[in-house]
């Protein structure tokens, strides 16, 4: 199975790059505009809500503005990768500090060897279902599956951006796929009935 490309993935000129950091308005705003989407989807896949999503792309891009001198992109690295790890440690810290991701359990929990790599169900295409389902998960559980599954991070990289263990990363993600395809179901079921009759 291929990784997802994520939508951070946008290759950014390295002369738009100059410009940013030379503070020019222009270039500032075309980074925010490419970025804006990416950046709030994924806070709001991870926070679960709309308003905590707008902080934390607000604070990603003060973050990444104010510190653009010290992005080099050393070993390849794209801009950005940078950006979304940025943004993904803002809507975490955010939850941390909330100590939303304190009380998760299934650390080191069986359920990682029965780990669920299948991407969740067609019906997770449609974008305001999905947000309505993945609300309903525990914070740190949604936040896997969309790192995972949307992102393309590997395990490794989930444990080390939320400060726990693989096996954390890997049970979140057996059970939440597992949640999630139940909650679809029963969501596609519902609206299957009211299509009906309607």
Not at 29 to 43: D, G, K, S, Y
Not at 91 to 113: I, K, T
Request: some cysteine; aromatic content about 8%; overall charge negative.
């Amino acid at each position: 199975m291929t990784a997802p490309t994520s939508s951070f993935a946008i290759d950014v000129p390295a002369a738009l790059l100059a410009r940013a950091r030379g503070g020019e308005a222009a270039a500032l705003e075309q980074l925010f505009r490419w970025f804006e989407r990416p950046v709030f989807t994924l806070a709001l896949r991870i926070c679960g809500d709309r308003h905590e999503a707008d902080d934390v792309l607000q604070d990603t891009m003060l973050k990444v503005f104010s510190s653009l001198d010290r992005f080099r992109g050393d070993g390849g690295s794209p801009f950005w990768g940078w950006l979304r790890q940025v943004a993904v440690n803002e809507a975490l810290m955010r939850l941390r500090r909330s100590r939303r991701l304190e009380h998760e359990d299934g650390d080191d929990a069986v359920d990682a060897l029965a780990e669920d790599l299948a991407p969740p169900p067609p019906a997770a295409a449609d974008a305001a279902l999905l947000q309505r389902t993945l609300a309903q998960l525990p914070d740190a559980t949604r936040s896997v599956l969309w790192l995972y599954h949307a992102e393309g991070y590997t395990h490794q990289e989930i444990a080390e951006a939320m400060q726990r263990s693989v096996s954390f990363s890997k049970s979140q993600l057996a059970r939440g796929t597992r949640r999630l395809r139940a909650l679809l179901q029963v969501d596609t079921a519902v609206l299957d009935k009211e299509h009906a009759h309607a």
